[in-house]
């Protein structure tokens, strides 16, 4: 049987960005730039995301998401009413629970790609 290829965590964050990506253009939201295209420190974020998955420091949804806040929060982002990147604000920027079903999936969606193309199991 052959061995599947290992993707690095570049790779992966990338095809997080892109599901995400998608999945805001369903819900309306079209402020989503490709990832050849996006800003460092939102590929970064994306390769954040995926190392705390994949060391088990985000073992829930809600970890992700906190994970993510607090990364968000280290580079000076806020809550804010609407994302603004010039202003670094962000809307999902409040606890897990305070978001609604829609925001949750993308921290969802999210680790199910980690799993799915990492090489740890859920």
Known sequence: MEQPR???????????????RAYCAILGD?????????PQWQRDSAVAG???VQSGAAKTAAQTHAAW???KER???T?????????KTHPCMVPYQDMTPDQQRKDTLF?????ALGVIEL
């Open 79 to 87: 809550y804010g009413e609407t994302k603004d990147v010039s202003a």
């Open 75 to 77: 580079a000076g982002w």
């Open 50 to 52: 995926v190392k705390a």
């Open 69 to 71: 806040v607090d990364d």
């Open 111 to 115: 680790r199910a790609i980690v799993f």
């Open 6 to 20: 290992i993707m690095s965590v570049y790779e992966i964050a990338a095809t997080a960005h892109e599901a995400n």
């Open 30 to 38: 079209h402020s989503q730039v490709p990832w050849g295209i996006a």
